[in-house]
């Protein structure tokens, strides 16, 4: 389906609350048992050994203070070190294990949400929008990742540091723990503050960052339709407008968290202070060492860097948080229940069918008007149908639905004697083959590309393809010829060239019914009018439905059929619609004047 002429639905990819975040990291740990335990083990060790340090300065305060050897203190000096060098050790594979456990949940979620959504319907796909898939699997995926080398440790081994600190300032003594404790109810109230709050910000933020995107690829996609209807100025509005949303949520994000930084500071003045007074009158009472009250306040004081990390480290982990709860979402969405069809409603021979479109109505959800209202069509067994019309009249939209893309709300479509609504997605695909923009070239050799819509097909089935495409001489050209690796890494093609590729597959999957949505939207003006030659080449024979891009190819169809606002307004041959002056009369004008 054309982006340009995709409704703005809101419609997303669920997002997984943080529980069932919390309980997907959980069971995948539970496969890696051994490298999860070691990841804790060693983290705690390295805390604990931290604070060693802290403990036997408090041991030289009282040393000194009771004039004992100095081959006591240089002994709890060399233990000083000795802690101080195995600590930061052992903090150091911790930092390893925890980066290594994070690449392999990393690893597995990306692996899991790929194959979801390879396994969506593509009504689903349309209905989402392109921009939200690939925020998810591309840009959730690289903050994610980041967070995994930077957050996310960094949160853990701090987390881990503040318990184990804590518990040592009780083992001074529990009056100082006390005293550092009253901290706690000021840093709880902050945390109750800003958690709440900040994930959601931080979902919205990524939401805005997908709308953002699905507005430049519909854009940048329907370029050319863009430009023939001089829609420039409304798409770059809608850009323009995207962009300064997601500025404004980044600013919302950091005055937020500045104010976040603020709560925590004052906690750390309030435990601090009730730590220097509980210690001084300790002291003076005779209840405590003057090392176990001097051990204490650096042992708090020794929270502040881990607290410290955590606060300016959490804003990613946030981020990061809000990735995970997108990604588990989309390893939850429901796939396709069937992925192979029944191949039995294709007709035996290479015979087409003809296509009828009754009463057919659609909406997208969250949409108050149907983009589609009780269109009727008949295309003829071997004829072909141009659909024209402004962006958003629902041209790509009645192109899917024909493909078996979606499910109306009202009416029907027919494809021989077969009603798609009772056909899964696999069966409708033996029907019917749809080519839009969007053509692919993955990477490897050419043969193996063409034979993805028929993987029997011998290299003389191949030849004879291309040559139906028109790219017989460049491909006799390749080094390799068929075996020319292309794709990534490979022999780079130009659009002329992958949209020829995608019209010898055409060509290979033998369906009756063919549907192009401005299939050769992508080729450059120079190999606009032999794509367009190598489209007839490629439907001859077949019942074929052009959404098309270009009005010569409109021209070129057996008939016209003009949507507005989800209406049929006008039907006929090319010169009975020029002649009547209506709406195509109109489009042809501007057209013309825009070439």
Same mark, same amino acid.
């Given at each position: 389906?054309?982006?340009?002429d995709?409704?703005?639905a809101k419609?997303?990819?669920?997002t997984?609350?943080?529980?069932?975040?919390?309980?997907?990291?959980?069971?995948?740990?539970?496969?890696v048992?051994?490298?999860a335990?070691?990841?804790?083990?060693?983290?705690?060790?390295?805390a604990?050994?931290?604070?060693?340090?802290?403990?036997l300065?408090?041991?030289?305060?009282?040393?000194?203070?009771?004039?004992?050897?100095?081959?006591?203190?240089v002994?709890?000096?060399?233990?000083?070190?000795?802690?101080?060098l195995?600590?930061?050790?052992?903090?150091?594979?911790?930092?390893?294990?925890i980066?290594?456990?994070g690449?392999?949940?990393l690893?597995?979620?990306?692996?899991?949400?790929?194959?979801?959504?390879?396994?969506?319907?593509?009504?689903?796909?349309?209905?989402?929008?392109?921009?939200?898939?690939?925020?998810?699997?591309?840009?959730?995926v690289?903050?994610l990742?980041?967070?995994?080398?930077?957050?996310?440790?960094?949160?853990f081994?701090?987390?881990?540091?503040?318990?184990?600190?804590?518990?040592?300032m009780?083992?001074?003594d529990?009056?100082?723990?006390?005293?550092?404790?009253?901290?706690?109810?000021?840093?709880?109230?902050?945390?109750?503050?800003?958690?709440?709050?900040?994930?959601?910000?931080y979902?919205k933020q990524?939401v805005?960052q997908?709308d953002?995107?699905?507005?430049l690829?519909s854009?940048?996609?329907?370029i050319?339709?863009?430009?023939?209807?001089?829609?420039e100025?409304?798409?770059?509005?809608?850009v323009?407008?995207?962009?300064?949303?997601?500025?404004?949520?980044?600013?919302?994000?950091?005055?937020?968290?500045?104010?976040?930084?603020?709560?925590?500071?004052?906690?750390?003045?309030?435990?601090?202070?009730?730590?220097?007074?509980?210690?001084?009158?300790?002291l003076?009472?005779?209840?405590?060492?003057?090392g176990?009250?001097?051990?204490a306040?650096?042992?708090f004081?020794?929270l502040?860097?881990?607290?410290?990390?955590?606060?300016?480290t959490?804003?990613?982990?946030?981020k990061?948080g809000?990735?995970?709860?997108?990604?588990?979402?989309?390893?939850?969405?429901?796939?396709?229940?069937r992925?192979?069809?029944?191949?039995?409603?294709?007709?035996?021979r290479?015979?087409?069918?003809?296509?009828?479109?009754?009463?057919?109505?659609?909406?997208y959800?969250?949409?108050?008007e149907?983009?589609?209202?009780d269109?009727?069509l008949?295309?003829?067994?071997?004829?072909? &149908?141009?659909?024209?019309?402004?962006?958003?009249?629902g041209?790509?939209?009645?192109?899917?639905?024909v493909?078996?893309?979606g499910?109306?709300?009202a009416?029907?479509?027919?494809?021989?004697?077969?009603?798609l609504?009772?056909?899964?997605?696999?069966?409708?695909?033996?029907?019917?083959?749809?080519?839009?923009?969007?053509t692919?070239?993955?990477?490897?050799p050419?043969a193996?590309d063409?034979r993805?819509?028929?993987?029997?097909?011998?290299d003389?089935e &191949?030849?004879d393809?291309?040559?139906t495409a028109?790219?017989?001489?460049?491909v006799?050209?390749?080094?390799?010829g068929?075996?020319?690796?292309v794709?990534?890494?490979?022999?780079?093609?130009?659009?002329?060239?992958?949209a020829q590729?995608?019209?010898?597959?055409?060509?290979?999957?033998?369906?009756p019914?063919v549907?192009?949505?401005?299939s050769?939207?992508?080729?450059?003006?120079?190999?606009?009018?032999?794509?367009?030659?190598a489209?007839?080449?490629?439907c001859?024979?077949r019942?074929?439905?052009?959404?098309?891009?270009?009005?010569?190819?409109?021209?070129?169809?057996?008939r016209?059929a003009?949507?507005?606002?989800?209406?049929?307004?006008?039907?006929?041959t090319?010169?009975?619609?020029?002649?009547?002056?209506?709406?195509?009369?109109?489009?042809?004008?501007?057209?013309?004047?825009?070439?």
């Amino acid at each position: 389906m054309s982006a340009v002429d995709t409704p703005a639905a809101k419609a997303t990819l669920r997002t997984a609350t943080g529980r069932e975040a919390t309980r997907w990291v959980r069971a995948h740990c539970r496969e890696v048992p051994w490298l999860a335990s070691t990841t804790v083990v060693s983290t705690v060790a390295g805390a604990a050994l931290q604070i060693v340090p802290v403990l036997l300065l408090g041991r030289v305060v009282d040393g000194v203070v009771d004039k004992e050897s100095r081959s006591v203190l240089v002994e709890v000096g060399v233990l000083m070190v000795a802690a101080a060098l195995l600590g930061a050790a052992v903090t150091g594979l911790s930092t390893y294990l925890i980066g290594r456990l994070g690449a392999d949940l990393l690893a597995r979620l990306r692996e899991g949400a790929v194959r979801a959504v390879l396994g969506l319907p593509s009504a689903r796909i349309e209905q989402v929008g392109r921009g939200d898939v690939l925020a998810r699997v591309g840009d959730d995926v690289a903050v994610l990742s980041k967070g995994i080398r930077t957050a996310i440790p960094t949160v853990f081994s701090a987390g881990v540091l503040v318990a184990i600190a804590t518990a040592g300032m009780f083992g001074l003594d529990w009056r100082l723990g006390l005293a550092g404790a009253g901290a706690l109810p000021a840093y709880a109230l902050a945390l109750r503050w800003y958690l709440p709050r900040s994930a959601p910000l931080y979902r919205k933020q990524r939401v805005a960052q997908a709308d953002r995107a699905q507005a430049l690829i519909s854009g940048l996609d329907g370029i050319d339709t863009v430009r023939a209807y001089r829609l420039e100025s409304a798409f770059g509005e809608k850009v323009t407008r995207e962009s300064w949303r997601v500025r404004e949520l980044g600013i919302e994000v950091f005055r937020f968290f500045g104010r976040f930084v603020g709560r925590e500071n004052r906690a750390e003045f309030i435990g601090l202070v009730l730590i220097l007074v509980v210690g001084y009158a300790l002291l003076e009472a005779g209840a405590a060492s003057l090392g176990e009250v001097s051990a204490a306040p650096l042992m708090f004081h020794r929270l502040f860097t881990p607290l410290g990390a955590i606060m300016f480290t959490f804003d990613e982990a946030q981020k990061s948080g809000a990735s995970l709860t997108r990604l588990v979402g989309v390893v939850g969405e429901p796939a396709q229940e069937r992925l192979v069809g029944d191949a039995s409603v294709a007709p035996a021979r290479a015979v087409p069918y003809q296509v009828t479109v009754e009463g057919l109505t659609f909406g997208y959800p969250d949409t108050e008007e149907p983009v589609l209202r009780d269109v009727g069509l008949t295309i003829p067994a071997g004829g072909s &149908l141009a659909l024209v019309g402004a962006t958003g009249a629902g041209k790509s939209t009645l192109a899917a639905l024909v493909a078996g893309i979606g499910t109306p709300q009202a009416g029907s479509v027919h494809i021989g004697p077969h009603d798609l609504a009772e056909l899964d997605e696999a069966g409708a695909r033996a029907l019917v083959t749809i080519l839009t923009q969007e053509t692919h070239v993955f990477s490897g050799p050419l043969a193996d590309d063409l034979r993805l819509s028929a993987p029997e097909a011998t290299d003389a089935e &191949l030849r004879d393809a291309l040559g139906t495409a028109g790219a017989a001489g460049w491909v006799d050209a390749l080094p390799e010829g068929l075996r020319t690796l292309v794709g990534e890494g490979g022999e780079r093609l130009d659009g002329t060239k992958v949209a020829q590729i995608g019209l010898a597959r055409l060509v290979l999957s033998r369906s009756p019914v063919v549907v192009l949505d401005e299939s050769t939207a992508e080729a450059g003006s120079e190999g606009a009018a032999e794509l367009e030659r190598a489209v007839l080449a490629a439907c001859a024979g077949r019942t074929t439905l052009f959404v098309a891009h270009r009005l010569t190819q409109a021209m070129a169809a057996d008939r016209i059929a003009v949507l507005d606002a989800g209406r049929v307004v006008e039907q006929g041959t090319h010169d009975e619609l020029v002649a009547l002056g209506g709406r195509y009369a109109r489009l042809w004008r501007a057209w013309r004047e825009g070439s």
